[in-house]
């Protein structure tokens, strides 16, 4: 034994130091549910004797107690970072996958009302023609499910349209978010670092920051590292847009994201091959969007995150449909415009173009498909002006000759008028070509579509493969983050007992050191 | 490796998994409803073209059925008609055959044969003129109503032209089968440009009939005329029979094509009743217990049994 009190003094630290563990439980049991807190571990370390006593100092060498070295917080950074990475992968995909399941019901098939029923009957219809070309009846029918036709097209086109004004507006949602969250983290940066140097508790703080490091990964991918300094920095795609202090522009500063060419990327309003290419800049503090060069990157591309998956659907994924729809629009109006225009109406006048569209108007072909005629039955050009010896017909005539060629057009056999190319030369419809094989694939327009559905029905499919994997893989990784830093209250319990039975021990030592100095004060001597 | 177990960790998976079981449980009752497999092209992307094709392979040949059972009809018609022309024939030959026999009958006689070959003329040139749905059968692809008019129609003893075209009506009964439905007027009636007709041979007979005397080489030139008329006919008849022949096998072709179209179709698309129940009972058993397994987990911890 030491000093006279110096025991009392020994005890006071073990009850300090379980106040302090029983405080620590406390709190980690009160956030147990609280999202992004991470437990804390009250961290105890033995006060030793002086390794050298003094001369004629009482220490005996033996140990003086207890000090709570620190409340540390159990996190682990690498683990952290792995969680913000495949949260981003996560949200890239489930962003793809929510938009391409609302493109694929406004496409609805397979159905009876579908474009490739609407098809169908078209064809059917001009088959009708056919069989009862002196009336009106079958006329009027045709010209009816011309419009069917053309209607089921133009919703499908102005449902993608819809799609994409959705993904632009979460675009500058995402990135007015994305910027926030720069300017949060740099400011809690600063904050970390001046309470660090302040030695007060920074716990709360660093929690705050890995959500916001958390969620400017599931926004934009970004890549958040920890620097030696204990700031945080964030990069996108390479590019700083938390940059580490003390390089360029100075400490605790964010840079500003900006979308590039986001009004005119898969705009509904212009056809989808014009549009331009969603790519983003980062602008230095300071900088005007609007007549600055980006000062720290220009045009480059967000692959991760809500942005990321936003960017594929504008820039490829919903552009690349919208564009084989326009082209089935185009397709579909020369090849039966060439057809019609080869024969004859019920008044024997040359056929006049059966669908119009304005390619120039918003949307493109597909968006503004109609049926040219309509009103006009006695305008169905059914008739060729030859026999089938070739010589030539009196008109007007019940002859039904191009009625059938075209419904053979739509039918499925193609004819002269669907070269295999897929070009229609003077009409000006080139055609499509499969991405993927760069081959044509379709003979007819019925192929062609039934070739879209099946490949967008493909991506939708591999979306949802994809999604589901990166979803097991993202709560893989979170439940081995929850290992480390998640609160068990069954831990935290018996942390909670040990803490009070090592109080009452130490209150018990007080109470002996008590009765030991009672005896030494009152008894002795007396 | 599981190190440490988290109420959080728990939650989160009674949550996800209570998720997953709820999701595949809604697929399951989907495809009970819809009856379904196939719902979405994503379902199953390489046999939601089958069912494209299926659809439209079944609506187009449904359209051949509806352009077979027109081209019957229109072919029904002709039949009719061909038929009523060869007994019209049979009798004028006939009559024509009495005429001949100069010697038995008086001018009177005559006469009245020649007016029965009359009547016959204006009978067989109303046959000429059979409508289906308002369009003559024999007048090509005309918009004019009838196929054969008198040159002057106040004269019934007036030159017989043909009014229609040269076109041709045809139905598409199957892939690549277009078969002609109407009939060519020369062939049945001959070639009233050339004065070579039907109704030329009729007029030439009763105009030697009423000659005086009746002329016996020019009936027997028309006996002649009426003969290879028959056989015109009777020509006509067989290729109309072979039209129709055509239209039928085209016909049972297509409805066979249909329904097995229709098996594909319901192969990929349909859902096996039998599967798709056992399946659902089976979500749903593995929904209820991950209920249950959140019911036993989330109510236990330490608290429980410290006093």
Not at chain 1, 24 to 49: K, L, Q
Not at chain 1, 71 to 87: A, F, G, N, P, Y
Request: proline share 3%; glycine share 10%.
């Amino acid at each position: 034994m030491g000093s006279t009190f110096g025991s009392l003094n020994v005890a006071k630290s073990g009850l300090q130091y379980q106040q302090i563990a029983i405080d620590t439980a406390n709190n980690n049991i009160s956030n147990v549910n609280t999202d992004g807190y991470v437990r804390r571990r009250a961290e105890a370390a033995e006060v030793g004797g002086p390794g050298q006593p003094v001369r004629w100092s009482f220490t005996d060498g033996h140990g003086q107690g207890v000090a709570t070295e620190s409340v540390k917080r159990l996190s682990d950074l690498l683990m952290d970072k792995r969680v913000r990475t495949e949260h981003g992968n996560l949200s890239f995909l489930k962003v793809q996958q929510a938009s391409m399941e609302r493109v694929e019901a406004t496409i609805n098939e397979p159905s009876d009302k579908g474009v490739a029923s609407m098809l169908t009957a078209y064809g059917k219809a001009w088959q009708d023609v056919v069989s009862a070309p002196d009336g009106e009846a079958a006329r009027a029918s045709v010209i009816a499910a011309g419009q069917s036709l053309a209607a089921s097209i133009t919703t499908q086109a102005r449902g993608l349209g819809t799609e994409v004004e959705q993904q632009q507006a979460a675009v500058t949602e995402n990135v007015k978010q994305v910027n926030a969250d720069a300017q949060k983290l740099a400011q809690l940066n600063h904050n970390i670092f001046v309470a660090k140097a302040n030695g007060s508790d920074v716990g709360d703080l660093e929690d705050q920051r890995d959500q916001i490091a958390l969620d400017l990964s599931n926004k934009a991918g970004a890549v958040v590292e920890a620097q030696p300094d204990g700031r945080y920095t964030a990069y996108l795609n390479g590019n700083a847009l938390v940059p580490p202090a003390g390089t360029g522009i100075g400490p605790d500063v964010a840079n500003t994201l900006v979308a590039n060419n986001l009004a005119t990327s898969g705009d509904p309003d212009q056809d989808p091959s014009t549009t331009g290419t969603l790519s983003y800049s980062i602008f230095a503090p300071g900088q005007d969007p609007l007549t600055d060069t980006p000062a720290i990157a220009s045009s480059f591309a967000l692959t991760s995150g809500e942005i990321g998956g936003e960017s594929v659907l504008l820039n490829y994924t919903i552009k690349d449909y919208r564009a084989k729809l326009n082209d089935l629009a185009t397709g579909l109006a020369s090849v039966v415009n060439a057809q019609h225009r080869a024969g004859f109406d019920k008044n024997g006048t040359a056929g006049v173009d059966f669908f119009s569209f304005d390619p120039s108007k918003p949307g493109g072909a597909a968006a503004q498909l109609t049926v040219a005629i309509a009103g006009h039955p006695e305008l169905v050009a059914a008739s060729s002006n030859t026999d089938a010896n070739g010589n030539p017909l009196p008109l007007p005539s019940n002859d039904a000759t191009n009625a059938d060629l075209i419904s053979e057009v739509l039918l499925g056999k193609p004819t002269a008028a669907v070269p295999t190319d897929g070009s229609i030369g003077s009409t000006g419809w080139t055609g499509w070509t499969d991405t993927a094989t760069n081959v044509h694939s379709g003979t007819n327009i019925s192929d062609m579509y039934q070739s879209m559905v099946a490949g967008l029905g493909s991506t939708v499919a591999g979306l949802n493969t994809q999604t589901t994997n990166q979803t097991m893989l993202t709560s893989q990784v979170d439940d081995e983050r929850e290992q480390t830093v998640g609160v068990s209250i069954d831990e935290e319990t018996i942390n909670l007992m040990a803490a009070q039975r090592a109080y009452q021990a130490s209150s018990r030592v007080l109470t002996v050191m008590n009765e030991v100095l009672d005896t030494l004060i009152n008894r002795m001597g007396v | 490796m599981i190190s440490r177990v988290t109420q959080h960790m728990l939650v989160g998976r009674e949550l996800s998994s209570i998720g997953t079981a709820s999701t595949r449980m809604a697929a399951a009752q989907e495809t009970m409803t819809t009856g379904r497999r196939i719902n979405r092209p994503s379902d199953a992307p390489a046999d939601t073209t089958v069912a494209l094709k299926a659809r439209g392979a079944i609506g187009q040949n449904e359209q051949y059925q509806r352009n077979a059972q027109d081209g019957t009809a229109w072919l029904s018609t002709i039949d009719t008609t061909l038929s009523s022309t060869n007994k019209l024939l049979n009798r004028a030959y006939v009559l024509a055959l009495q005429g001949a026999d100069s010697g038995a009958n008086g001018a009177a006689a005559e006469s009245a044969i020649a007016n029965e070959v009359d009547q016959i003329k204006a009978s067989i040139l109303g046959l000429s003129n059979t409508q289906y749905l308002g369009r003559p059968v024999f007048g090509g692809t005309t918009t004019n109503g009838s196929a054969y008019v008198l040159s002057d129609p106040s004269d019934p003893s007036s030159q017989v032209v043909y009014n229609g075209d040269s076109g041709s009506v045809n139905r598409r009964v199957g892939d690549g089968t277009v078969v002609r439905v109407d009939m060519a007027g020369a062939k049945v009636f001959g070639d009233t440009a050339g004065g070579d007709s039907v109704f030329d041979h009729l007029q030439a007979l009763s105009d030697a009939l009423r000659a005086s005397p009746v002329d016996n080489t020019k009936v027997q030139t028309s006996i002649a005329a009426l003969q290879k008329d028959m056989n015109g006919i009777g020509a006509a008849q067989a290729d109309e029979g072979a039209r129709m022949k055509q239209i039928d096998t085209a016909s049972g072709i297509s409805q066979d094509t249909t329904l097995a179209l229709q098996k594909v179709k319901s192969d990929v698309e349909d859902v096996d009743i039998a599967e798709a129940t056992i399946n659902m009972q089976s979500m749903t058993a593995a929904y209820k217990a991950a209920l249950m397994a959140v019911g036993k987990s989330t109510q236990q911890s330490l608290l429980d049994f410290l006093r």
